[in-house]
């Protein structure tokens, strides 16, 4: 794709599922990129990292890794994040805190750390959900949370722009995973019939999205959130 040719990209969380295909395609669109989640040289211009992103100076050090690796750091995409199921009426403090810290905080440490290093010109994506619209039962703190990330992006967006530094969010919709339509069948059903292109997302989707806002495609979009849910978010509720 050569969209990011000679570009240096940090992907938090970029050993999970969605993070993966994130990681995919920017190494697909020319960019090289640093892991984290992974530790040492994984090969096809890959650096892997880790570090615990709710810490300020674990931030620190993972962003210096990637920045150190490239001589430079121009785009940021933190997937790092958790999403446990829990009825808000059994949910306790501690619970809640921890999808805040996980979600939240680590975007908001890695977005301070990389924007001491990023030139005019960098990028910045969170990865939120449509649930930081749209609630879901069970995870009212992880909607509470994305739904914070993305004013946190606009926020940022606001702050940063006068240094030439953009900052989005990506709200992707349901991805599909391997068993998911063993598990969860029911659930696959209602989603496929809602939506207009009639199909799960998948990793790459949501890379492509990211890729897009890094690249110099989106140099004048900052604070937005770019919605991928194949059309559900269309569908009406009543």
Known sequence: MGLLDGTVALVTGGSGHIGRGVV???AAAGASVVVHGFTGDVGGGV?????????EKACRRVVGAAFGWGGRLDAVVNCAGVQPVRELAGMSAAEWRSVVEADLTTAFCCTQAAVEVMGA???ITHLASIEGTHPARGH????AAK???IMHARSAALEYGE????????SPGLVGRPGIGDEWPEGVARWTAAAPLTRLGTPED???ACVFLASSMASWITGHDLVVDGGVGARPTW
């Open 24 to 26: 995919r395609r920017f």
């Open 47 to 55: 650096l892997g990292v880790r570090g615990d992103l709710r810490d």
């Open 121 to 123: 010109g960098g990028s």
């Open 140 to 143: 009212a703190h992880y909607s």
């Open 147 to 149: 739904a914070a990330l």
């Open 163 to 170: 240094r030439g530094i953009r900052v989005n969010t990506v």
């Open 206 to 208: 949501v890379g492509d």
